[in-house]
């Protein structure tokens, strides 16, 4: 299984929750995010108000659910947690809103895939803080509006371009989490290891955090394999050779890439003769669904220059070639 991509396993889900920051100082780099984010909790702590609805987009892993949670706890409300597609009925939705404590943080996580009844019922909820329930059954069924508590909404999302314009400019508040630089990884994994109770070198603590992918979850999945590495290898402390090593084994290289992320680079040379393939002729070619290659896969791999999205498809860059130590046969221009 891939170690970056996989879902979080449950052997791990402890150490998780242990590595899991829980207040915005524990919470590493973001430093403008952060600041602004702690005036708005401050000045809504001040006036005993519910924060103002909040939006926040990022890549898989760089930190949503964990920055709402804190947001939650700084805030000192509850935190109800929950996801678009667990939404089914319109009942889901009231149920969850008329139990929500007074001021509760409740975050919606994909909040891009709402269907469109549960999305329209939010519109009154977020705005008027009431929503329409059906009472009774056939012809004697009616319309009822009911109060709700005051909450804050927190949408989630990865795709925040697939989030409709009504619901978009309902959140008062709108943050991105953008990738971490080397820096800010290198605390992470600073931070985690000393929770996890192993010594890291400075410069492995570097190595790791060149190849995490600008993403705090892959920093922390790849500590963990390297300590599972140093511990075979009986070392006290995790240092460049042994992440070296660890690196090798698990097949990523200086660029964080990974056999499969190769791969689909290799297709498009090999196969498609460097592009441009369009996104499900590459899908099925690399046995992936559309969705994880363009969600998971594509984003770094252009963040990185090695892919580039054009209206005709996908085309590996100069780079790429020269990455996986391709001849570069074509004019890449084209
Ligand atoms: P997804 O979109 O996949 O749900 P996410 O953006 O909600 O991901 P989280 O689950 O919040 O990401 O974060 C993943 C893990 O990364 C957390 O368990 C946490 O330990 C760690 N993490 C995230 N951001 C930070 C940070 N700024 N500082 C330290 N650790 C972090």
């Known amino acids: 299984d891939s170690i970056l991509t996989g879902d979080i396993q449950l ?22 995010l952060k600041e602004n984010l702690d005036v708005f909790i401050q000045a809504t702590k001040a006036r005993n108000e519910a924060l103002d609805h909040l939006f926040i987009s990022g890549p898989p892993g760089l930190g949503k659910t964990t920055l709402a949670g804190i947001v939650a706890s700084e805030l000192g409300v509850n935190f109800v947690l929950t996801s678009a597609p667990a939404l089914e009925k319109p009942k889901d939705l009231a149920g969850l809103l008329t139990s929500l404590p007074e001021h509760s943080l409740f975050f919606i996580d994909e909040i891009h895939r709402l269907k469109p009844t549960i999305e329209e019922m939010l519109y009154i909820a977020m705005e008027d803080f009431e929503m329409d329930i059906i009472v009774g059954q056939g012809i004697g069924a009616r319309n009822v509006r009911i109060p709700l508590p005051r909450f804050t909404l927190v949408g989630a999302t990865t795709k925040p371009g697939s989030v409709s314009t009504p619901l978009h400019t309902r959140f008062g508040i709108t943050i991105r989490i953008n990738p971490y630089t080397h820096q800010e990884l290198q605390s992470i994994i600073r931070r985690s290891a000393n929770l996890l109770h192993i010594a890291i070198s400075t410069e492995a603590s570097l190595l790791l955090a060149q190849c995490a992918r600008g993403t705090p979850r892959v920093a922390n999945r790849l500590l963990k394999r390297v300590r599972d590495f140093a511990q075979v290898h009986q070392k006290s402390e995790i240092d460049q ?36 393939v369009g996104l499900q002729t590459l899908a099925i070619a690399v046995g992936e669904s559309a969705e994880s290659l363009e969600d998971f896969y594509e984003p770094y791999l252009v963040q990185q220059g090695l892919l580039m999205r054009t209206r005709q498809g996908r085309t590996a860059t100069e780079l790429a070639y020269q990455h996986l130590g391709f001849p570069i046969t074509k004019s890449l221009d084209s």
């Open 11 to 32: 052997d791990e889900e402890g150490q998780d929750s242990v590595l899991r920051p829980r207040s915005l100082h524990e919470f590493q780099g973001q430093s403008d």
């Open 241 to 276: 050779a042994i992440t070296q090593l660890a690196l090798q084994k698990l097949q990523v290289d200086h660029l964080g890439l990974e056999e499969q992320d190769r791969y689909i680079l290799r297709t498009i040379i090999n196969v498609y003769h460097g592009g441009p």
